[in-house]
């Protein structure tokens, strides 16, 4: 998100454009908490992961009172326009904004998940990938050298994008994500098969799902079906951190400069998104909508090679 900042404050002040940071997300707009942004503000923070601004969930921002407070706090601070990066939540309150605010609103995809209608990619979802692809490497040489069955759960509540992404990569034996209906029997036998085939360990990719400890509930029922020794591995958080990949600082700034030319240009209501390669825009409602599907190629790959 900070190669993001970076980008459109840059592009605003290319265009005599006055730019404010709001801190803390919505929590922070209710309070009035914005700061100006200048070149120096923004200078040596695009290799940082996370936020130079901050971000924070805010309940009050789900009541109408809330936005009528944040509408206030951006009439004071003469704001004649909103960038605002983030995922589903974000832009569901900004959808409700930009229609008891009038202001011209323009939405930035960030999100490890990449689970947004709308772009091919969101900001912060190629970091994550190669995070969990690297901690798959790093596990592969334990799962091997002990033989072994390991269960690594990576991030994506809903979805199953990180999942896919680096289960392929990573060359899974299997993959659990929402988009491939699997049961548990299911799973046990492909693993049967996997050890039958001479196999001396495997790894097997779980999208970590709404339930805590919902991978340790797979690795327990999985146990009870096959006769291997097995171990879960949680990423965590560990996949929202540190330095981003080239490719999430191009797309970054590619998507923060085309948000702030969109606002000059008096577009509003909308998403910047990157869709084949190209900038799009796509109406801030249907960004959470309408359900973005992992391309039904790559699933069909992921369900030949994962197995
Ligand atoms: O929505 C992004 C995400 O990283 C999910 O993949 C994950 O389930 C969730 O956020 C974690 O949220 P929190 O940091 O609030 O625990």
């Known amino acids: 998100m900070n190669a993001c900042i970076r980008a459109a404050v840059r592009a605003a002040l290319d265009i005599n454009m006055e730019i404010f940071g709001i801190q803390r997300g919505y929590a922070g707009l209710i309070l009035g908490q914005m700061i100006p942004l200048d070149r120096r503000a923004v200078a040596n923070i695009i290799h940082q992961g996370?936020?130079?601004?901050?971000?924070?969930?805010?309940?009050e921002f789900r009541t109408k009172?809330?936005?009528?407070?944040?509408?206030?706090?951006?009439?004071?601070?003469g704001i004649e326009g909103l960038v605002l990066i983030g995922g589903d939540g974000t832009f569901r309150g900004g959808t409700l904004l930009s229609e008891e605010s009038n202001l011209p609103i323009i939405g930035i995809p960030g999100?490890?998940?990449?689970?947004?209608?709308?772009?091919?990619?969101?900001?912060?979802?190629?970091?994550?990938?190669n995070c969990a692809l690297s901690a798959i490497d790093r596990i592969r040489d334990t799962a091997q050298s002990h033989e072994r069955l390991f269960f690594i759960e990576v991030m994506g509540r809903h979805t199953g994008f990180i999942a896919v992404e680096s289960g392929v990569a990573g060359g899974a034996?299997?993959?659990?994500?929402?988009?491939?209906?699997?049961?548990?029997?299911?799973?046990?036998?492909?693993?049967?098969?996997?050890?039958?085939?001479d196999k001396k360990s495997a790894i097997v990719v779980v999208a970590e799902g709404e339930t805590p400890g919902h991978t340790f509930q797979i690795a327990d029922e999985v146990r009870k079906k096959i006769?291997?020794?097995?171990?879960?591995?949680?990423?965590?958080?560990?996949?929202?951190?540190?330095?981003?990949?080239?490719?999430?600082?191009?797309?970054?700034s590619m998507l923060g400069v085309a948000?702030?030319?969109?606002?000059?240009?008096?577009?509003?209501?909308?998403?910047?998104?990157?869709?084949?390669?190209?900038?799009?825009?796509?109406?801030?409602?249907d960004t959470w909508e309408k359900k973005k599907q992992i391309s039904p190629f790559l699933k069909e790959i992921a369900e030949l090679l994962c197995r």
């Open 50 to 59: 996370g936020t130079i601004l901050g971000t924070a969930r805010s309940e």
């Open 65 to 77: 009172e809330g936005r009528a407070k944040a509408i206030q706090q951006l009439k004071q601070a």
């Open 111 to 129: 999100t490890i998940d990449n689970d947004v209608y709308g772009s091919d990619y969101t900001i912060g979802f190629d970091s994550a990938v």
């Open 173 to 197: 034996e299997e993959l659990f994500i929402p988009e491939i209906p699997m049961n548990i029997d299911q799973l046990a036998q492909g693993l049967k098969e996997d050890f039958a085939r």
């Open 227 to 252: 006769d291997v020794e097995s171990r879960v591995c949680v990423l965590g958080h560990v996949q929202r951190g540190g330095a981003p990949t080239a490719r999430d600082r191009v797309l970054s």
């Open 259 to 285: 948000a702030v030319r969109a606002l000059a240009d008096g577009k509003s209501n909308s998403m910047v998104g990157e869709i084949k390669g190209e900038i799009s825009f796509t109406p801030l409602k």
